[in-house]
């Protein structure tokens, strides 16, 4: 099988170089490829006001000067055109990407631009408890969950348009209770918090705070199954499209 692995947080990323060791069991040709720097929280965003970099750190690996988007796109249209990846594989991440972060998350977006280009793509998040933390963060969970995950997700049937979303909780690896696929979940965004404070100069900043999590029946989010103690896989899909609305909407235009 041939692999390859990106990230948002860096081609030097602990979380990365995690990923290379569960990887290589299950790859024949292991390829990475990602950004040069940090890029979190950048999205599906694509340089295009720029000439993007492209530096080679070792064999079959690659630092890219720019977003998560641009390292697969140079991934698969000059790296490895003749022969594209089986698997794209984003992470594992420094932080949850659960709810609404899937739109802000440069490690999602990397295999949302995988899934857009055929081929089957898997994001890997680590959520950890910030307080206290700093930049350390504890991926003992994903090492010890990952093999298990990613056993089982390399081979599953996936739709065209597709990728899989994998979180894991921020706790010890015998404390993990197991694996849930549940939905995508939604904070509730009305209670979103702007801290306002004053810098040593008397200038106003700002920091942004998020609002708590909506529970539903069941627990059937990603958002709960973390909360609860279980690794969630959770599968997203690229069509948009609101379907309820389209009749409705077209009623509105018909020909009077």
Same mark, same amino acid.
């Given at each position: 099988?041939?692999?390859?692995?990106?990230?948002?947080?860096?081609?030097?990323?602990?979380?990365?170089?995690?990923?290379?060791?569960?990887?290589?069991?299950?790859?024949?040709?292991?390829?990475?490829?990602?950004?040069?720097?940090?890029?979190?929280?950048?999205?599906?965003?694509?340089?295009?006001?720029?000439?993007? =970099?492209?530096?080679?750190?070792?064999?079959?690996? &690659? $630092?890219? @000067?720019?977003?998560?988007?641009?390292? %697969? #796109?140079?991934? *698969?249209?000059?790296?490895?055109?003749?022969?594209?990846?089986?698997?794209?594989?984003?992470?594992?991440?420094?932080?949850?990407?659960?709810?609404?972060?899937?739109?802000?998350?440069?490690?999602?977006?990397?295999?949302?631009?995988?899934?857009?280009?055929?081929?089957?793509?898997?994001?890997?998040?680590?959520?950890?408890? =910030?307080?206290?933390?700093?930049?350390?963060?504890? &991926? $003992?969970? @994903?090492?010890?969950?990952?093999?298990? %995950? #990613?056993?089982? *997700?390399?081979?599953?049937?996936?739709?065209?348009?597709?990728?899989?979303?994998?979180?894991?909780?921020?706790?010890?690896?015998?404390?993990?209770?197991?694996?849930?696929?549940?939905?995508?979940?939604?904070?509730?965004?009305?209670?979103?918090?702007?801290?306002?404070?004053?810098?040593?100069?008397?200038?106003?900043?700002?920091?942004?705070?998020?609002?708590?999590?909506?529970?539903?029946?069941?627990?059937?989010?990603?958002?709960?199954?973390?909360?609860?103690?279980?690794?969630?896989?959770?599968?997203?899909?690229?069509?948009?499209?609101?379907?309820?609305?389209?009749?409705?909407?077209?009623?509105?235009?018909?020909?009077?």
């Amino acid at each position: 099988m041939r692999i390859l692995l990106t990230n948002d947080d860096g081609v030097n990323a602990p979380g990365l170089e995690l990923l290379e060791q569960l990887v290589r069991p299950f790859a024949d040709d292991l390829w990475v490829v990602a950004p040069a720097e940090e890029q979190s929280g950048t999205g599906h965003s694509l340089t295009l006001t720029r000439p993007v =970099r492209l530096r080679r750190v070792a064999e079959k690996k &690659f $630092a890219v @000067a720019g977003t998560p988007t641009d390292a %697969v #796109l140079m991934a *698969l249209f000059h790296l490895m055109p003749e022969a594209r990846p089986d698997v794209i594989i984003s992470g594992i991440n420094r932080g949850a990407n659960l709810a609404e972060d899937v739109t802000y998350s440069g490690t999602v977006s990397a295999a949302m631009e995988g899934a857009l280009a055929g081929v089957r793509s898997i994001a890997l998040s680590q959520s950890y408890a =910030r307080e206290g933390m700093g930049d350390t963060v504890p &991926f $003992a969970a @994903a090492e010890h969950w990952g093999p298990r %995950v #990613l056993e089982q *997700l390399l081979t599953a049937e996936m739709p065209p348009g597709t990728l899989l979303n994998v979180n894991f909780p921020a706790r010890a690896p015998e404390e993990v209770k197991g694996v849930r696929v549940v939905r995508q979940g939604i904070r509730d965004y009305g209670r979103t918090r702007i801290v306002q404070r004053t810098d040593p100069r008397g200038y106003n900043y700002y920091w942004f705070g998020l609002g708590p999590s909506v529970e539903t029946p069941g627990h059937s989010t990603d958002l709960e199954a973390i909360a609860d103690g279980f690794v969630s896989v959770t599968p997203l899909h690229l069509d948009l499209t609101h379907e309820p609305s389209l009749s409705s909407l077209a009623e509105r235009f018909a020909p009077r």
